[in-house]
Every structure is written in structure tokens, then in C-alpha cells.
């Protein structure tokens, strides 16, 4: 399994380290519980939590720089097309602005650009409904008035 990059990774004990975090989280992707993994590998329940758990971030810490890598290769792609398309667009080509548009609204859901849709909630009679955050936490009493 790859990991990221740690201080000296080839270092014998940072190798060890690494091998031994695959093997917890290999044993908790098998259904072993902690205290088993403890049991298997000689160390306590602490201890394979532990590692799992470094596994686990070293994991997600990889696949959120995959993502980032995909995404920034989906911009080259949407960036291409957009290109091979803008002068057709600019000439008034119908279908060339519509493909550009559609390009647009990709790359800007792909980098955030757009603000996100506002909701609001109503009741059965069409009231706004209060943030449920204070309804149920805050103030437990209150009553929607509207």
C-alpha cells in the first residue's frame, strides 16, 4: 500500500514502523478487534488502535492528494476543450457557447468558484422554520412563529 512521504522513509525503523501499521490495519480491515490485533502482534490494545490509526491518516492523507492530482488534471482537460472551442463561441456558434458554458459551470463546481444554494426550510403551513440548531439545543421550548 503507498504511503506519503515521511522524515527518512527508508530508515530501518521507520520501514518497521510503516510494516507494522499496514499489518494492524490490515488485521481491523479483516474484522479483527483492537485487542486482537494486540494479541497477534505483541502489543497492547492502545497500541493497535494506534497504529491503525496512523494508517488510517496516512491513507486519507494519500487519497485527499489523488483527488487533488484528479482534479487538477480534470482542469487541463476542461481547460483544452474550452480552448479548442473559443474561437467557434466567440463567433456566435450556438453550440460552441452552450459547450462552453457547460464547461464553465464544471470548472467552477470543480474549484468551489460558486457560492453554495441557500435553503429554507418551511413548516406545513408555509412559516420558515427556526435553525434547528436552536430549537433543539438552545432552546428546546421555543415555538416556529414565524
Same mark, same amino acid.
Given at each position: ?12 525503523? @521507520?520501514?518497521?514502523?510503516?510494516? +507494522? ?18 494479541? +497477534? ?9 494506534? +497504529? ?11 487519497? &485527499? ?16 476543450? /474550452? ?8 463567433? %456566435? ?16 463546481? /470543480?474549484? %468551489?468558484?460558486? &457560492? ?15 435553525? /434547528? ?10 415555538? @416556529?412563529?414565524?
Amino acid at each position: 500500500m503507498p504511503r506519503r512521504t515521511r522524515k527518512k522513509p527508508t530508515r530501518p525503523r @521507520n520501514i518497521l514502523a510503516r510494516e +507494522r501499521e499496514d499489518e494492524a490495519l490490515e488485521l481491523r480491515k479483516a474484522g479483527a478487534t483492537y485487542r486482537m490485533i494486540g494479541i +497477534r502482534l505483541g502489543i497492547t490494545k492502545q497500541s493497535a488502535h494506534a +497504529r491503525v490509526a496512523s494508517a488510517l491518516a496516512d491513507l486519507k492523507a494519500l487519497t &485527499a492528494e489523488q483527488a487533488e492530482d484528479v482534479r487538477a488534471l480534470e482542469i487541463e482537460r476542461l481547460d483544452a476543450m /474550452l480552448l479548442g472551442l473559443w474561437d467557434r463561441a466567440r463567433k %456566435g456558434d450556438e453550440q460552441a457557447v452552450s459547450a462552453c458554458l457547460k464547461i464553465s459551470k464544471r470548472r467552477a463546481e /470543480l474549484l %468551489g468558484i460558486d &457560492a453554495p444554494d441557500h435553503h429554507v426550510l418551511s413548516g406545513p403551513d408555509g412559516a420558515v422554520l427556526p435553525p /434547528l440548531v436552536e430549537v433543539v439545543f438552545v432552546n428546546p421550548q421555543k415555538k @416556529n412563529t414565524g
